[in-house]
């Protein structure tokens, strides 16, 4: 297995590990990066397919006008949207006006297996907001609070090229640290940190011998 960090620390931490155990790393309480948790991503990029076959990505534009950089779709019983009038969860993907396909069963047991592991029992997603990133793109600093109940955690997985995110605090303005994911790393934050500020540093260029110059994440999300 090959790891991005190469300071002492990180190799002693993960050479001391035996094969197959999981290297969970603690953000702060209620937040963890569970690496390599989504393994080579085999089973879930046929469903990112599929997914994005019904509901294509596309750039939506925020309330103040802007087109953001990074593309979505949705599965799920809820879709994440973004226009002029604003930030909402939806039943039906506008471009279609058909509900959002149907979350595969895979990524609903990743999610919820990756939630038990950092502590959080008994999660199961009702919306999977897809990103996808091609070099350049990024995602400001953000809370994810278009959710009903916050008591639930967020799951976001990372495949494909790598990218920095972004971990700050429950205001915008504290100091954010910054965590690289690589192709398979899942965080979850949930508990004390589930309304805590993230966001995606501008993707760097880099080729992914599976998924080329892009970066796709999937963020869980139970909505109702
Ligand atoms: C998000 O906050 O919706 C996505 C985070 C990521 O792409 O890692
Ligand atoms: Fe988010």
Not at 45 to 53: G, K, R
Not at 126 to 136: F, T
């Amino acid at each position: 297995m090959t790891r991005h960090k190469q300071d002492g620390l990180t190799m002693n931490l993960f050479d001391s590990l035996d094969a197959g155990e999981l290297w969970q790393e603690a953000l702060c309480p209620g937040a963890a990066v569970l690496h390599g948790y989504a393994g080579d991503g085999r089973l879930l990029l046929p469903a990112v397919h599929d997914v994005t076959t019904l509901a294509p990505f596309r750039q939506m534009v925020t309330p103040s006008g802007f087109r953001m950089s990074v593309a979505m779709s949705n599965c799920g019983s809820f879709g994440w949207l973004s226009d002029k009038s604003g930030y909402r969860y939806g039943s039906t993907d506008p471009l279609s006006g058909r509900a959002w396909p149907r979350m595969p069963d895979s990524f609903a047991r990743l999610a919820s297996a990756a939630a038990a592991q950092a502590g959080f029992d008994g999660f199961e997603p009702d919306a999977c907001l897809i990103n996808r990133y091609e070099p350049g793109a990024r995602l400001s600093l953000h809370q994810d609070k278009d959710e009903r109940d916050f008591s639930q955690p967020i799951v976001s997985v990372s495949l494909g090229i790598p990218a920095v995110f972004l971990f700050g605090g429950l205001s915008r303005t504290d100091p954010a640290i910054r965590v690289l994911l690589t192709h398979g790393d899942v965080v979850v934050w949930g508990g004390p940190a589930r309304l805590r500020y993230h966001g995606v540093m501008p993707v760097k260029e880099h080729n992914h011998p599976i998924m080329g110059r892009c970066r796709i994440n999937l963020t869980f999300r139970k909505v109702m």
